[in-house]
Protein backbone atom coordinates (compact mmCIF):
# COMPACT_ATOMS: atom_id res chain seq x y z
CA UNK A 1 0.00 0.00 0.00
CA UNK A 2 2.95 2.44 0.52
CA UNK A 3 3.50 2.63 -2.95
CA UNK A 4 -0.46 3.86 -3.37
CA UNK A 5 -0.35 6.28 -0.97
CA UNK A 6 2.67 8.08 -2.79
CA UNK A 7 1.27 8.11 -5.58
CA UNK A 8 -2.51 9.64 -3.96
CA UNK A 9 -0.07 11.97 -2.80
CA UNK A 10 1.42 13.33 -5.52
CA UNK A 11 -2.23 13.50 -7.25
CA UNK A 12 -3.75 15.35 -4.00
CA UNK A 13 -1.05 17.89 -4.29
CA UNK A 14 -1.60 18.14 -8.22
CA UNK A 15 -4.49 18.91 -7.34
CA UNK A 16 -4.23 21.35 -4.37
CA UNK A 17 -1.94 23.30 -6.47
CA UNK A 18 -4.01 23.45 -9.73
CA UNK A 19 -7.52 23.51 -8.52
CA UNK A 20 -7.44 25.41 -5.39
CA UNK A 21 -4.08 27.55 -6.18
CA UNK A 22 -2.72 26.40 -2.76
CA UNK A 23 1.09 27.45 -2.04
CA UNK A 24 3.55 24.94 -3.00
CA UNK A 25 4.65 25.39 1.14
CA UNK A 26 1.42 24.53 2.05
CA UNK A 27 0.34 21.82 -0.37
CA UNK A 28 3.64 19.79 0.10
CA UNK A 29 3.10 19.55 3.89
CA UNK A 30 -0.22 18.65 3.59
CA UNK A 31 0.71 15.86 1.28
CA UNK A 32 3.59 15.10 3.52
CA UNK A 33 1.08 14.43 6.85
CA UNK A 34 -1.61 13.37 4.42
CA UNK A 35 0.89 10.28 3.44
CA UNK A 36 2.03 9.70 6.89
CA UNK A 37 -1.16 9.00 8.55
CA UNK A 38 -2.04 6.73 5.68
CA UNK A 39 1.37 4.56 6.13
CA UNK A 40 -0.21 4.27 9.90
CA UNK A 41 2.92 6.42 11.02
CA UNK A 42 2.45 6.42 14.96
CA UNK A 43 0.96 9.98 15.36
CA UNK A 44 4.06 11.07 17.90
CA UNK A 45 6.17 10.38 15.44
CA UNK A 46 4.56 12.90 12.41
CA UNK A 47 5.71 16.23 13.55
CA UNK A 48 9.49 15.08 14.27
CA UNK A 49 9.58 13.74 10.34
CA UNK A 50 8.30 17.15 9.09
CA UNK A 51 10.89 19.01 11.58
CA UNK A 52 13.18 16.78 10.23
CA UNK A 53 12.72 16.63 5.95
CA UNK A 54 12.19 20.08 6.44
CA UNK A 55 15.52 21.02 8.58
CA UNK A 56 17.49 18.44 6.71
CA UNK A 57 17.03 20.29 3.40
CA UNK A 58 16.99 23.89 4.43
CA UNK A 59 19.89 23.43 6.51
CA UNK A 60 21.95 22.44 3.55
CA UNK A 61 20.78 24.12 0.96
CA UNK A 62 19.97 27.51 2.70
CA UNK A 63 23.38 29.47 2.65
CA UNK A 64 23.92 28.31 -0.72
CA UNK A 65 20.26 29.34 -2.34
CA UNK A 66 21.02 32.55 -0.62
CA UNK A 67 24.37 33.27 -1.28
CA UNK A 68 23.67 32.51 -5.37
CA UNK A 69 20.81 35.13 -5.40
CA UNK A 70 23.32 37.40 -4.46
CA UNK A 71 25.83 36.97 -6.51
CA UNK A 72 23.14 36.88 -9.45
CA UNK A 73 21.77 40.20 -8.05
CA UNK A 74 25.41 41.72 -8.45
CA UNK A 75 26.15 40.59 -11.66
CA UNK A 76 22.95 41.86 -13.16
CA UNK A 77 23.39 45.16 -11.41
CA UNK A 78 27.16 45.85 -12.10
CA UNK A 79 26.23 45.11 -16.03
CA UNK A 80 28.90 42.32 -15.93
CA UNK A 81 26.05 39.24 -17.24
CA UNK A 82 25.88 41.82 -20.15
CA UNK A 83 29.87 41.78 -20.48
CA UNK A 84 30.01 37.89 -20.83
CA UNK A 85 27.03 37.98 -22.99
CA UNK A 86 28.33 41.36 -25.34
CA UNK A 87 31.95 39.02 -25.23
CA UNK A 88 31.07 35.99 -26.29
CA UNK A 89 28.82 37.13 -29.28
CA UNK A 90 31.45 39.61 -30.38
CA UNK A 91 33.97 36.09 -30.66
CA UNK A 92 31.31 34.06 -32.20
CA UNK A 93 30.38 36.04 -34.71
CA UNK A 94 27.18 35.49 -36.32
CA UNK A 95 27.56 32.01 -37.77
CA UNK A 96 28.44 30.62 -33.93
CA UNK A 97 26.45 32.53 -32.23
CA UNK A 98 24.25 29.63 -30.87
CA UNK A 99 27.37 28.00 -29.77
CA UNK A 100 28.11 30.85 -27.99
CA UNK A 101 24.90 31.42 -26.21
CA UNK A 102 24.84 28.03 -25.40
CA UNK A 103 27.54 28.70 -23.54
CA UNK A 104 26.63 31.63 -21.72
CA UNK A 105 23.08 30.53 -20.86
CA UNK A 106 24.89 26.98 -19.23
CA UNK A 107 27.74 29.58 -17.38
CA UNK A 108 24.36 32.09 -15.79
CA UNK A 109 22.57 28.32 -15.34
CA UNK A 110 25.04 26.89 -12.55
CA UNK A 111 25.97 30.62 -10.91
CA UNK A 112 22.45 31.65 -10.41
CA UNK A 113 18.89 30.71 -10.08
CA UNK A 114 17.05 29.49 -13.17
CA UNK A 115 14.36 32.50 -13.15
CA UNK A 116 17.48 34.73 -12.61
CA UNK A 117 19.59 33.30 -15.49
CA UNK A 118 16.37 33.56 -17.70
CA UNK A 119 15.41 36.81 -16.99
CA UNK A 120 19.18 38.02 -17.57
CA UNK A 121 19.54 36.63 -20.93
CA UNK A 122 15.89 37.19 -22.53
CA UNK A 123 15.99 40.92 -22.85
CA UNK A 124 20.45 40.40 -24.54
CA UNK A 125 19.19 37.37 -26.83
CA UNK A 126 16.06 39.88 -28.32
CA UNK A 127 19.09 42.23 -28.87
CA UNK A 128 21.10 40.38 -30.46
CA UNK A 129 18.36 38.77 -32.72
CA UNK A 130 17.20 41.72 -33.79
CA UNK A 131 20.64 43.35 -34.18
CA UNK A 132 21.68 39.71 -36.42
CA UNK A 133 18.32 39.72 -38.05
CA UNK A 134 17.91 36.32 -36.80
CA UNK A 135 14.54 35.22 -35.48
CA UNK A 136 14.68 35.34 -31.94
CA UNK A 137 13.68 32.07 -31.31
CA UNK A 138 16.35 30.31 -32.71
CA UNK A 139 18.92 32.37 -30.23
CA UNK A 140 16.43 31.37 -27.61
CA UNK A 141 16.09 27.84 -27.42
CA UNK A 142 20.23 27.46 -27.68
CA UNK A 143 20.73 29.85 -24.59
CA UNK A 144 17.76 28.27 -22.47
CA UNK A 145 18.67 24.55 -22.82
CA UNK A 146 22.36 25.73 -21.93
CA UNK A 147 20.53 27.54 -18.37
CA UNK A 148 18.16 24.23 -17.85
CA UNK A 149 21.08 22.10 -18.06
CA UNK A 150 23.65 23.99 -16.54
CA UNK A 151 20.87 24.39 -13.47
CA UNK A 152 20.08 20.35 -13.41
CA UNK A 153 23.11 19.05 -13.49
CA UNK A 154 25.89 20.98 -11.46
CA UNK A 155 26.55 22.33 -8.21
CA UNK A 156 26.37 24.80 -6.21
CA UNK A 157 22.66 24.76 -7.85
CA UNK A 158 20.54 23.30 -5.02
CA UNK A 159 19.08 20.26 -6.90
CA UNK A 160 22.62 19.23 -8.00
CA UNK A 161 23.88 19.68 -4.41
CA UNK A 162 21.03 17.60 -2.61
CA UNK A 163 21.98 15.08 -4.52
CA UNK A 164 25.47 14.69 -4.26
CA UNK A 165 24.80 14.32 -0.53
CA UNK A 166 21.73 12.53 -0.80
CA UNK A 167 23.81 9.46 -2.79
CA UNK A 168 26.86 10.29 -1.72
CA UNK A 169 28.71 11.58 -5.06
CA UNK A 170 31.99 12.86 -5.54
CA UNK A 171 31.14 16.62 -6.26
CA UNK A 172 34.43 17.04 -8.67
CA UNK A 173 33.34 14.15 -10.31
CA UNK A 174 29.72 15.61 -10.89
CA UNK A 175 31.41 18.36 -12.91
CA UNK A 176 33.49 16.47 -15.16
CA UNK A 177 31.07 13.24 -15.66
CA UNK A 178 28.40 15.90 -15.89
CA UNK A 179 30.01 18.07 -18.45
CA UNK A 180 29.80 14.70 -20.53
CA UNK A 181 26.46 14.49 -20.35
CA UNK A 182 25.33 17.85 -20.79
CA UNK A 183 27.42 18.24 -24.21
CA UNK A 184 25.66 15.87 -26.11
CA UNK A 185 22.25 17.08 -24.10
CA UNK A 186 22.50 20.65 -25.07
CA UNK A 187 23.78 19.95 -28.63
CA UNK A 188 20.59 17.90 -29.66
CA UNK A 189 18.24 20.48 -27.69
CA UNK A 190 19.80 23.63 -28.41
CA UNK A 191 21.48 23.32 -31.96
CA UNK A 192 18.86 20.26 -34.20
CA UNK A 193 16.33 20.54 -32.15
CA UNK A 194 15.46 24.42 -33.93
CA UNK A 195 16.12 23.38 -37.61
CA UNK A 196 13.35 20.71 -37.06
CA UNK A 197 10.84 22.81 -35.45
CA UNK A 198 8.38 24.50 -38.11
CA UNK A 199 6.90 28.42 -37.54
CA UNK A 200 9.45 28.89 -34.44
CA UNK A 201 10.76 31.85 -37.31
CA UNK A 202 7.30 33.47 -37.55
CA UNK A 203 6.14 33.31 -33.63
CA UNK A 204 5.55 36.51 -32.28
CA UNK A 205 7.17 38.70 -29.55
CA UNK A 206 5.76 40.53 -26.86
CA UNK A 207 5.50 44.42 -27.12
CA UNK A 208 7.20 44.74 -23.73
CA UNK A 209 10.29 42.60 -24.11
CA UNK A 210 12.97 44.93 -24.98
CA UNK A 211 16.42 45.15 -23.47
CA UNK A 212 16.02 48.61 -21.76
CA UNK A 213 18.63 48.20 -18.93
CA UNK A 214 21.85 47.83 -20.73
CA UNK A 215 24.64 49.59 -19.15
CA UNK A 216 27.21 51.76 -21.00
CA UNK A 217 29.54 49.40 -22.68
CA UNK A 218 32.33 51.71 -20.99
CA UNK A 219 31.61 50.85 -17.26
CA UNK A 220 31.35 47.23 -17.61
CA UNK A 221 33.28 44.96 -15.67
CA UNK A 222 36.25 43.65 -17.54
CA UNK A 223 35.35 39.84 -19.28
CA UNK A 224 37.99 38.03 -17.57
CA UNK A 225 36.35 39.36 -13.91
CA UNK A 226 33.03 38.30 -14.75
CA UNK A 227 33.09 34.68 -16.35
CA UNK A 228 35.33 34.31 -12.82
CA UNK A 229 33.60 35.26 -10.17
CA UNK A 230 30.53 33.06 -11.04
CA UNK A 231 33.19 30.03 -11.99
CA UNK A 232 34.94 30.70 -8.49
CA UNK A 233 32.50 27.64 -6.95
CA UNK A 234 33.41 25.20 -9.00
CA UNK A 235 36.98 25.86 -9.67
CA UNK A 236 37.19 25.40 -5.67
CA UNK A 237 35.50 22.09 -5.67
CA UNK A 238 36.93 20.71 -8.49
CA UNK A 239 40.93 21.79 -7.11
CA UNK A 240 39.52 20.16 -3.48
CA UNK A 241 38.91 17.05 -4.89
CA UNK A 242 41.56 17.03 -7.28
CA UNK A 243 44.46 18.17 -4.01
CA UNK A 244 42.76 15.49 -1.59
CA UNK A 245 42.80 12.50 -3.87
CA UNK A 246 46.78 13.95 -4.19
CA UNK A 247 47.48 13.94 -0.80
CA UNK A 248 44.79 11.84 0.88
CA UNK A 249 41.53 13.38 2.81
CA UNK A 250 42.44 12.57 6.52
CA UNK A 251 45.54 14.52 6.63
CA UNK A 252 45.62 18.52 7.20
CA UNK A 253 46.01 19.50 3.89
CA UNK A 254 43.26 17.42 2.80
CA UNK A 255 40.86 19.12 5.90
CA UNK A 256 41.85 22.61 4.35
CA UNK A 257 40.75 21.33 1.05
CA UNK A 258 37.53 19.99 2.29
CA UNK A 259 36.50 23.04 4.04
CA UNK A 260 37.27 25.39 1.14
CA UNK A 261 35.99 23.25 -1.46
CA UNK A 262 32.19 22.88 0.45
CA UNK A 263 29.69 24.15 -1.47
CA UNK A 264 29.07 26.40 1.53
CA UNK A 265 32.53 27.78 1.96
CA UNK A 266 33.01 27.98 -2.05
CA UNK A 267 29.68 29.87 -2.12
CA UNK A 268 30.71 32.20 0.73
CA UNK A 269 34.32 33.14 -1.22
CA UNK A 270 32.54 34.01 -4.65
CA UNK A 271 30.00 36.07 -2.48
CA UNK A 272 32.39 38.13 -1.10
CA UNK A 273 34.41 38.22 -4.64
CA UNK A 274 31.20 39.28 -5.93
CA UNK A 275 29.95 41.73 -3.21
CA UNK A 276 34.01 43.20 -3.54
CA UNK A 277 34.65 43.30 -6.53
CA UNK A 278 31.30 43.87 -8.17
CA UNK A 279 30.19 46.28 -5.66
CA UNK A 280 32.49 48.03 -3.24
CA UNK A 281 34.63 48.66 -5.93
CA UNK A 282 32.67 50.14 -8.43
CA UNK A 283 31.43 52.40 -6.08
CA UNK A 284 28.39 51.14 -3.91
CA UNK A 285 28.63 52.04 0.22
CA UNK A 286 28.04 49.93 2.61
CA UNK A 287 24.16 50.57 3.03
CA UNK A 288 23.54 50.05 -1.12
CA UNK A 289 25.89 46.45 -0.88
CA UNK A 290 23.17 45.64 2.55
CA UNK A 291 20.76 47.24 0.23
CA UNK A 292 21.16 44.58 -2.40
CA UNK A 293 21.54 41.39 -0.22
CA UNK A 294 18.50 41.99 1.37
CA UNK A 295 16.82 42.83 -2.00
CA UNK A 296 18.31 39.44 -2.64
CA UNK A 297 17.16 37.12 0.41
CA UNK A 298 13.89 38.21 0.29
CA UNK A 299 13.55 37.67 -3.87
CA UNK A 300 14.61 33.81 -2.80
CA UNK A 301 13.11 33.12 0.03
CA UNK A 302 10.14 31.23 -1.30
CA UNK A 303 12.32 29.46 -3.63
CA UNK A 304 14.22 28.21 -0.41
CA UNK A 305 10.87 27.20 1.82
CA UNK A 306 10.01 25.39 -1.11
CA UNK A 307 11.95 23.35 -1.84
CA UNK A 308 12.89 23.04 2.04
CA UNK A 309 9.14 21.38 2.19
CA UNK A 310 10.05 19.03 -0.54
CA UNK A 311 11.95 17.07 1.91
CA UNK A 312 8.96 16.39 4.13
CA UNK A 313 7.49 14.06 1.45
CA UNK A 314 10.72 12.52 0.87
CA UNK A 315 11.52 11.69 4.51
CA UNK A 316 8.04 9.97 5.02
CA UNK A 317 8.90 8.31 2.20
CA UNK A 318 12.31 7.47 3.87
CA UNK A 319 11.04 6.55 7.41
CA UNK A 320 7.70 4.85 6.65
CA UNK A 321 10.07 2.23 4.69
CA UNK A 322 8.04 3.41 1.13
CA UNK A 323 11.22 3.52 -0.92
CA UNK A 324 12.28 0.29 0.83
CA UNK A 325 9.56 -1.16 -0.71
CA UNK A 326 9.55 0.43 -4.25
CA UNK A 327 13.22 -0.25 -4.92
CA UNK A 328 12.20 -3.68 -4.23
CA UNK A 329 9.67 -3.51 -6.82
CA UNK A 330 11.91 -1.73 -9.51
CA UNK A 331 14.28 -4.38 -8.86
CA UNK A 332 12.63 -6.95 -10.67
CA UNK A 333 11.97 -5.42 -13.29
CA UNK A 334 14.15 -6.15 -16.36
CA UNK A 335 15.13 -2.44 -16.23
CA UNK A 336 17.85 -0.67 -15.52
CA UNK A 337 17.68 0.98 -11.93
CA UNK A 338 19.18 4.13 -13.94
CA UNK A 339 16.12 4.41 -16.12
CA UNK A 340 14.03 3.82 -13.24
CA UNK A 341 15.43 6.40 -11.23
CA UNK A 342 14.47 8.70 -14.33
CA UNK A 343 11.43 8.06 -14.75
CA UNK A 344 10.43 8.49 -11.24
CA UNK A 345 11.94 12.20 -11.20
CA UNK A 346 10.31 12.73 -14.43
CA UNK A 347 6.82 11.49 -12.99
CA UNK A 348 6.98 13.49 -9.96
CA UNK A 349 8.51 16.66 -11.69
CA UNK A 350 5.62 17.03 -14.05
CA UNK A 351 2.58 16.23 -11.52
CA UNK A 352 4.11 18.91 -9.35
CA UNK A 353 6.31 21.70 -11.15
CA UNK A 354 9.05 21.36 -9.11
CA UNK A 355 12.42 20.38 -10.65
CA UNK A 356 14.38 20.65 -7.51
CA UNK A 357 11.57 19.17 -5.34
CA UNK A 358 11.25 16.30 -7.12
CA UNK A 359 14.94 15.47 -7.77
CA UNK A 360 15.21 15.57 -3.65
CA UNK A 361 11.23 13.77 -3.27
CA UNK A 362 13.31 10.82 -6.18
CA UNK A 363 16.59 10.07 -3.88
CA UNK A 364 14.63 9.37 -0.93
CA UNK A 365 12.65 6.69 -3.16
CA UNK A 366 15.88 5.24 -5.67
CA UNK A 367 18.59 6.06 -3.01
CA UNK A 368 18.34 2.16 -1.80
CA UNK A 369 18.10 0.97 -5.18
CA UNK A 370 21.43 1.98 -6.34
CA UNK A 371 22.90 0.63 -3.02
CA UNK A 372 21.32 -2.94 -3.90
CA UNK A 373 21.96 -2.46 -7.55
CA UNK A 374 25.97 -1.45 -7.17
CA UNK A 375 25.33 1.79 -9.48
CA UNK A 376 27.94 4.65 -9.31
CA UNK A 377 26.31 7.26 -7.21
CA UNK A 378 27.70 9.99 -9.86
CA UNK A 379 25.81 8.42 -12.56
CA UNK A 380 22.36 7.90 -10.25
CA UNK A 381 22.33 11.15 -9.51
CA UNK A 382 22.60 12.82 -13.10
CA UNK A 383 20.00 10.12 -14.32
CA UNK A 384 17.95 11.74 -11.64
CA UNK A 385 18.94 15.71 -12.21
CA UNK A 386 18.17 14.86 -15.93
CA UNK A 387 15.12 13.51 -14.80
CA UNK A 388 14.11 16.00 -13.28
CA UNK A 389 14.67 18.70 -15.90
CA UNK A 390 12.23 16.76 -18.64
CA UNK A 391 8.77 18.14 -20.11
CA UNK A 392 6.79 20.18 -18.45
CA UNK A 393 2.90 20.81 -18.32
CA UNK A 394 0.75 24.29 -18.52
CA UNK A 395 1.39 24.79 -14.53
CA UNK A 396 5.02 24.22 -14.46
CA UNK A 397 7.00 27.83 -13.40
CA UNK A 398 9.39 27.20 -15.75
CA UNK A 399 6.49 26.57 -18.89
CA UNK A 400 4.28 29.61 -17.44
CA UNK A 401 7.78 31.58 -17.35
CA UNK A 402 8.43 30.90 -20.77
CA UNK A 403 5.26 31.45 -21.93
CA UNK A 404 4.38 34.87 -20.71
CA UNK A 405 7.62 36.63 -20.92
CA UNK A 406 7.19 35.76 -25.03
CA UNK A 407 3.79 36.20 -25.07
CA UNK A 408 3.01 32.95 -27.40
CA UNK A 409 0.21 30.88 -27.38
CA UNK A 410 0.36 27.81 -25.36
CA UNK A 411 0.48 25.26 -28.30
CA UNK A 412 3.77 27.39 -29.40
CA UNK A 413 5.16 26.87 -25.90
CA UNK A 414 5.08 22.94 -25.69
CA UNK A 415 6.64 23.22 -29.16
CA UNK A 416 9.53 24.93 -28.28
CA UNK A 417 9.72 24.87 -24.81
CA UNK A 418 7.88 21.30 -23.87
CA UNK A 419 10.31 19.76 -26.87
CA UNK A 420 13.54 21.05 -25.41
CA UNK A 421 13.12 20.35 -22.22
CA UNK A 422 12.34 16.65 -23.32
CA UNK A 423 15.17 16.44 -25.79
CA UNK A 424 17.98 17.49 -23.70
CA UNK A 425 15.92 14.89 -20.46
CA UNK A 426 16.32 11.97 -22.99
CA UNK A 427 19.48 12.37 -24.42
CA UNK A 428 21.15 13.04 -21.32
CA UNK A 429 19.81 9.84 -19.83
CA UNK A 430 20.79 8.03 -22.63
CA UNK A 431 24.28 9.26 -22.31
CA UNK A 432 24.05 8.21 -18.71
CA UNK A 433 23.32 4.86 -20.21
CA UNK A 434 26.45 4.40 -21.77
CA UNK A 435 28.23 5.71 -19.88
CA UNK A 436 27.00 2.93 -16.93
CA UNK A 437 28.42 0.35 -19.49
CA UNK A 438 32.24 1.85 -18.36
CA UNK A 439 31.61 2.80 -14.95
Known sequence: MGLLWVLVGIVLLMVLNLKYKLHNLMSLLIVGIFVAIMERMPIENIVHVVQEGLGSILGHLALIILFGAIIGKFMTDSGASQQIAETVIKKCGTKYLPFGLMFIGMIFGIAMFYEVAFLISVPLIVSIAKKANIPYMKLVIPTVIGATVGHSLFPPQ????????????????????????????????????????????????????????????????????????????????????????????????????????????????????????????????THQINEKISQSIASISNVLFVISAGGILKQVIIDTGTGDHISELASKLPVSPLIIAWLITAIIRMLTGQGAVAAITAAGIVAPMMASAGINPVLMALAVACGSNTITLMYDGGFLLFKETFGISMKDTFKTWGLLELANSVVGLVVVLVLSLFM
Open 158 to 285: PGPVALVAAFGADISQMYLIGLVVAIPAIVVGGLLLPKFLPGIADMPLADRLTPDNEHDTATLPSFGLSIFIPLIPAILMILSSVMKMSVGEKTVVGNYCAFFGSAEISMLIATLAAVLLLGAKRGLN
